[in-house]
């Protein structure tokens, strides 16, 4: 989108966040619904937006009919603040919510919307965090028929996706899920928390800051409420197990940008061939490396 | 000894059903089918008991209601009229009362099911092991190391060569296929276990060694079961107890040897002597 861009003066009287008011109460009932029970998938009325369904309109209408005046609003597509996705997505809401800040850090956000990755830093009772969702449902892969997954959602019947698991492990002696990894909510809905990597996973447990997922061509929101229990499956004697980032001697590798090592790290080949690791939260590492300059710049003064 | 299934009236029709449905079906009408309304009677009036460790043989030729009894006892059907008390330790189960979530964790727990056509039991998208973990973790184990073990314990007791439990079902021969889903009937060691139409369809040396197979299995942990079959051999061999059924009704019950050497019903004594 053009930064420059301005929206035509007979086109000017749309509402505040673009969605009308209809449809931004009948998705806060559907968030309130999602809150009340927990992991549950609520159906609700996805509308059309101006850009291609799968580019994060699930999360986009969570955000429009969430955010208000005064709010301070930060967009991540895996964990990074300037990539195309999120930066099409923030101009969007810039453009039709007038009054709302925007933001890339992390601390300074009411509301994050995120593609893929859950920041890096800690979120606080006072942040809510929309996640943008793919697929909803973590039984499609075992059950094409959507009425069959319902009754097995109700019945808390999750043993063909175990079994799934069982079989990874018998082929490759490990869990093969990266991303999307299913995770049961305050004991009973399993979800597909998004296409968030394993390493995101623990934060999602007795997580402070209330998370939303939306699904925009699937129509489904749902929610893990703060301070909730969020426990992925697994086995009793094959437990979950993160990223680890080891290197061939067995050292948890650090950005090649900052030095972290208690980060997530993006996979990087540079022209030679040669791999670099990357933290794949821009802001994170942004913040390691404006802290590392000032200790000096101390130092000299 | 001690009684595990009461089952009284069941009766299951498809379609509307009308008042005349009943007396115009059944054998003396020579058919299931209502001439009023065009419903089908499939069952009506089926009564039995079934005791721990006994196996019950339902005999009669197809369309006769016999499947349909052990669907609607299994809740992969539900039935028309009829209960049915299942007794397990110091409780009973009024089966067609329950809810959706307390059947199915009968049927996860305390029932197994071997169908004739394995691809009904089993699911041919993941591994002979992965077929009978599936059942260990719908009864809640969740254990690896343990469903690893039981899952080739029981592979071997029916016996499936262990070396091949990580393999799909779909490269095995209908014999072995249905020693999988044996396996799988068995791994939650169910009190009752039904069996429909085990044997058809497999060659006879095949049919022998999984009738042999169940009879082991029987004597080992006394499970008790029911045999659905059209096949006189593997009620002879199997069953101490038989009903038989025609058009829906059972025409004639008693014990195995009885019913085989002095068939009472017309139909029995034809079917008796057709086999030999």
């Known amino acids: 989108m053009n930064a420059g861009y301005e929206l035509p003066l007979d086109e000017a009287a749309y509402s505040f966040g673009f969605l009308d008011e209809f449809a931004k109460r009948e998705i806060r009932r559907t968030v309130l619904k999602a809150i009340s029970i927990p992991g549950y998938q609520t159906p609700y009325a996805s509308r059309e937006m101006p850009m291609g369904r799968g580019f994060g309109t699930g999360g986009l209408q969570l955000t429009l009919s969430l955010v208000g005046a005064g709010d301070t609003l930060k967009v991540i597509d895996q964990g990074s603040d300037d990539s195309v996705n999120a930066v099409n997505l923030r101009q969007f809401v810039e453009l039709t919510c ?73 082929q490759f002696n490990e869990i093969t899920i990266s991303h999307r990894y299913p995770t049961r909510i305050n004991g009973h809905y399993v979800i597909d928390p998004s296409p968030i990597p394993r390493y995101d996973i623990p934060r999602l447990h007795q997580s402070k800051a209330l998370v939303l997922l939306g699904a925009g061509r699937e129509r489904k929101i749902y929610a893990v409420p703060p301070y909730t229990e969020a426990v992925p499956l697994a086995f009793d004697d094959v437990p979950f197990r993160t990223e680890d980032f080891l290197d061939e001697q067995g050292q948890r590798r650090a950005c090649a940008r900052c030095g972290a090592r208690d980060s997530f790290l993006d996979e ?29 710049a101390e130092f000299v003064r | 000894m001690k009684k595990i299934l009461e089952v009284r009236g069941l009766a299951k029709i498809h379609g509307r059903g009308c008042a005349h449905c009943i007396d115009s079906t059944g054998p003396e009408m020579d058919t299931n089918i209502c001439a009023h309304c065009g419903s089908v009677v499939a069952t009506h009036g089926v009564s039995f008991d079934l005791h721990e460790g006994e196996i019950l043989g339902i005999m009669g030729e197809s369309g006769s209601g016999k499947s349909t009894v052990v669907k609607t006892l299994f809740f992969d059907d539900a039935p028309s009229a009829g209960e049915a008390l299942f007794f397990h330790g110091e409780r009973q189960w009024n089966l067609f009362d ?23 039991g089993l699911n041919f998208n ?14 809640d184990l969740a254990h690896y190391g343990e469903i ?11 016996e499936v060569l262990p070396e091949r ?34 044997t058809t369809g497999l060659d006879l040396s095949v049919q022998a060694r999984i009738l ?8 080992e942990l006394g499970t008790a079961m029911i045999v659905v079959t059209h096949d006189l051999g593997v009620i002879r061999l199997l069953a101490g107890r038989t009903i038989v059924m ?21 139909y029995t004594q034809r079917l008796v002597a057709s086999a030999l």
């Open chain 1, 98 to 170: 007038p009054g709302v800040n925007t933001t890339e850090h992390t601390a300074e956000a009411s509301l994050i919307q995120s593609r893929h990755r859950i920041p890096e830093v800690a979120l606080t009772e006072q942040q809510v965090l929309v996640l943008q969702v793919p697929y909803p449902d973590p039984l499609v892969v075992v059950e094409p028929s959507e009425a069959r997954r319902k009754v097995m959602h109700g019945e808390g019947d999750y043993s063909r996706l175990l079994t799934k698991l069982y079989e990874d492990i018998v």
């Open chain 1, 268 to 296: 990087l080949i540079g022209d030679d061939g040669r791999k670099t690791w990357h933290c794949s939260d821009s802001d994170y590492c942004n913040d390691r490396l404006a802290d590392q300059s000032q200790p000096s």
């Open chain 2, 98 to 120: 329950l809810n959706a979530a307390q059947q199915r964790w009968l049927r996860n727990h305390r029932f197994g099911m071997v169908y004739q056509n394995p691809h009904l």
């Open chain 2, 126 to 139: 993941v591994t002979a092991g992965g077929n009978i973990a599936e059942r260990l973790l719908m009864s």
């Open chain 2, 148 to 158: 690893r073990e039981r899952a080739r314990q029981l592979l071997s007791r029916t």
């Open chain 2, 165 to 198: 439990m990580d393999e799909s079902p779909r490269k095995f021969s209908g014999g072995m296929q249905q020693r999988v889903q044996i396996a799988k009937a068995l791994a939650t060691r169910p009190p009752l276990l039904f069996l429909d139409e085990v």
């Open chain 2, 212 to 219: 042999d197979l169940i009879l082991e299995i029987q004597q």
């Open chain 2, 246 to 266: 025609k058009y829906g009704r059972v025409i004639e019950s008693g014990l195995t040897d009885q019913i085989l050497e002095d068939p009472q019903h017309a």
